[in-house]
């Protein structure tokens, strides 16, 4: 069980475990991710998978989804509180800003994604997650009831969370190594 004080280090840790998978590595495994979640959850054209900007050495679904004509949503911060998600597009690119937490984003048609993906600096065999400490998913997700999976790589499983009440619990995890259902 980890304490307020312990969390900044766990992300540490985890940050920084996650910046040392050296990149052959870290393009397989974001592969092998994107290959489960697409062969698991199958989402079609007529979805939105809710993904996100990979910053820090997340896994990149975006491409993968784009390419097999799925519709992508991301997420977009309104006055550095509320979360919520846009349809985006690869022509959309040219249109990327970064907002006040130095993080791509894009302006668009606010939807509610039928799946969304959720990036992890760690996450629990009980489907918790750690995030960068802003509350954003969680708070999204405790308004939007989304089926929501973690996203990250078996190297982030960390089973020593304390539980918090805002905290929401995934529906699902996917790694390069498995499927986790909640």
């Excluded at 985890?14 to 062969?39: C, E, G, K, M, V």
């Excluded at 896994?59 to 919520?84: E, F, G, W, Y």
């Excluded at 022509?91 to 937490?101: C, G, H, K, T, V």
């Excluded at 997700?141 to 929501?148: D, E, G, P, R, W």
Aim: aromatic content about 10%; overall charge neutral.
């Amino acid at each position: 069980m980890i304490n307020t004080t312990n969390k900044v280090e766990t992300r540490e840790k985890f940050s920084q475990s996650r910046s040392n998978i050296n990149p052959p590595d870290h393009q397989l495994w974001s592969q092998q991710i994107a290959n489960n979640f697409l062969s698991h959850f199958n989402p079609t054209s007529h979805d939105i998978v809710g993904a996100y900007f990979p910053i820090k050495n997340e896994v990149n679904l975006i491409d993968h989804l784009l390419s097999r004509n799925i519709c992508v949503a991301v997420p977009r911060i309104s006055n550095k509180q509320t979360m919520h998600f846009v349809l985006y597009q690869q022509s959309s690119i040219s249109r990327l800003q970064m907002n006040a937490y130095n993080i791509p984003e894009i302006n668009g048609k606010e939807v509610v994604p039928d799946i969304l993906c959720v990036p992890c600096l760690c996450f629990s065999g009980q489907g918790y997650r750690l995030g960068y400490g802003g509350g954003f998913y969680d708070k999204y997700l405790s308004l939007q009831k989304v089926y929501n999976v973690i996203i990250g790589f078996d190297v982030q499983k960390y089973n020593h969370f304390h539980i918090e009440e805002h905290d929401v619990r995934a529906n699902a995890a996917v790694t390069e190594k498995e499927v986790l259902i909640f």
